[in-house]
């Protein structure tokens, strides 16, 4: 049997992309083969498919760091023929193969059964980026936030930002968008948005190492000086979830906003998330309420339309989520 996927390889202009069609004797060793419906368009596929970053060490490879199918074979109790699964993070698309194929075969151990509600596109309508969202929204949550409260979201209009935005809004923050397409105010506010500022008015180094209490906490795609400038001005004992680095990956801060104002700086990695904590995710995202409004907002595209849009994601041009039909 055969099996069409993009596939990647190393050419002497760097890395180049093609549709083809591979055979299943050259899929991975897994204890799950999966039919894979849909993947997404993340940052770091960006990064994958423009060589970006090393994170792929063995050509050719097929990128996608998420995918959503049904098993067609399986040689692990806990997956059986015709289960829906999906798949985020555990490097699937950088060390290993990845969602942008019609077919996967994976570790049981990085799989999720869908909950009955969600289809496997709308999982991919959330895809990483929504799923990260929520992890980075529970945390928060853990560590203080409550209903009502004000939630900072930086990258307002990429995918990880506009999740956010519809988690936050959809369990009662009042949610502040920043970003830097202002022409797109009125989708944000549509997707739960209270407030939209222009992120050129956080994006400066901050010149003094604490400023106004503002924010009850913050999910953050943007990283550098955005984040430095959020520690400043976040209120007292709360906290930034940092998500993203589609601003920079340094950070210059002062360690003041942690002693005069107990502010915490949590870490959130999708990746290598523990597999109770990815049920628990799910569960949650299910229960918001909020999918419809993500999935309204996503653009689903054809396999070989990921090749062009790769470069636009990392100019930060794509808006919202964009979902992969995989056929
Ligand atoms: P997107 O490209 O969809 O979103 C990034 C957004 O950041 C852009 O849409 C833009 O929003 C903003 N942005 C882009 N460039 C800059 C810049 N130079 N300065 C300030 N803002 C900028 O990417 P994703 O949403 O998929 O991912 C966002 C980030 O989160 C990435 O860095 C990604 O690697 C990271 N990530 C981390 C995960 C984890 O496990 N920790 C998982 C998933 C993603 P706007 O136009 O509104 O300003």
Redesign the pocket.
Known sequence: MTFKALLLDQGDGGVTSQITQLDDSQLPDGDVTVEVEYSSL???D?MVMSGIGRLVREYPHIPGVDLAGTVSESSDDRFAVGDRVVLT?WRVGEVWWGGYSTRAKVKADWLVKLPDSISTHDAMAIG??GF?AMQALIALERHGLAAGDSLLV????????SSAIVWGGVGGYAVTA????LE?TDELKALGASEVID?ATI?EAPTRPLSSETWAGCID????D?LANVLTTLRSRASVAA??????NGLNTTVIPFLLRGVNLLG????MCPADHRSEVWAAMEASGGISKLVGMSTTVALDEVIALAPE?LA?N?KGRTVVECV
């Open positions: 993340n940052y770091k960006g993070g990483t980026a990260t930086t990258g307002a209009s990429g995918g990880l930002g920043s970003t830097g397409r797109n992120r994006a795609a943007v990283g550098g955005t998500c993203g680095l589609a601003g920079g959130i990695d999708s990746v994601i930060g794509v």
